[in-house]
């Protein structure tokens, strides 16, 4: 048995109750450091294990493999990063100032220095992203296809009305979002991104609204729009 867990377990040699959310944490929290530190190849489970102070056994009682532990240290930190602001989906706001409000958040917290540095891990392991139960897809979701979504229909509690809402949140984010993280991960300057950011939502909403793609929620809230 190893002589860190040891004192730490409760009868039958497992961990006590009250230590096993924290066995769990200080393992993803050494994954997440030595894979954004080393990479996914020079990352191992024995040097997890030894730095945050547990057994081998620990981890491979939660992970059947480093490829497991790489999509929960992805899908733990893309939850940490990316945690919705309850204040973008009050359901009395006009529809473009949900839109703008969540798609602000998204980026204000895609463009923090921890962000950029799991987006880029994500980049440079993005194919062994497609043998993972999480996809590229499920990490869009995640980073505010998701929040944007939500906020969209906001007015409604039925799911199918969330699914659509899907298409033009994933549009929305893709124009506003995706140039603001190509452009931080070459170094430039988060306050300047966030200025462009801005500047592009209002365009883009403008965009989905002229295309109809907004009419199923709130047409009131585009009067001047012109449908084409």
């Known amino acids: 048995m190893d002589p860190v867990e040891h004192d730490k377990r409760g009868a039958g040699g497992r961990p006590a109750a009250g230590r096993k959310g924290e066995v769990d944490a200080r393992l993803l929290d050494a994954a997440t450091r030595l894979f954004l530190t080393l990479g996914f190849d020079a990352t191992s489970c024995d040097q997890v294990a030894l730095d945050a102070r547990a057994g081998k056994a620990s981890i ?30 009050a359901v009395d706001s006009p529809l473009r100032e949900r839109m703008t409000a969540a798609c602000l958040s998204v980026v204000e917290q895609a463009l923090q220095p ?11 392991e993005a194919p062994r992203l497609q043998g993972m139960a999480l996809s590229a897809d499920q990490v869009r979701w995640r980073m505010g296809v ?18 659509r809402a899907t ?62």
Do not use: C
């Open 60 to 89: 491979y009682a939660r992970y059947a493999n480093k490829g497991a532990l790489f999509a929960a240290v992805i899908e733990s930190n893309l939850a940490r990063l990316f945690a919705a602001d309850e204040v973008v989906h």
């Open 114 to 124: 921890d962000a950029v540095a799991l987006l880029r891990l994500l980049v440079a």
């Open 146 to 163: 998701g929040r944007v979504a939500d906020a969209i229909a906001a007015r409604s509690s039925e799911p199918d009305e969330i699914a």
């Open 167 to 228: 298409v033009p949140a994933a549009q929305l984010i893709d124009i506003v979002l995706a140039p603001a993280l190509m452009r931080a991960l070459l170094g430039e300057n988060e306050a300047g991104l966030m200025q462009g950011a801005k500047e592009r939502i209002g365009a883009a909403i403008d965009f989905l609204a002229a295309r109809g793609a907004l009419d199923s929620w709130d047409q009131a809230a585009f009067p001047d729009t012109v449908h084409k």
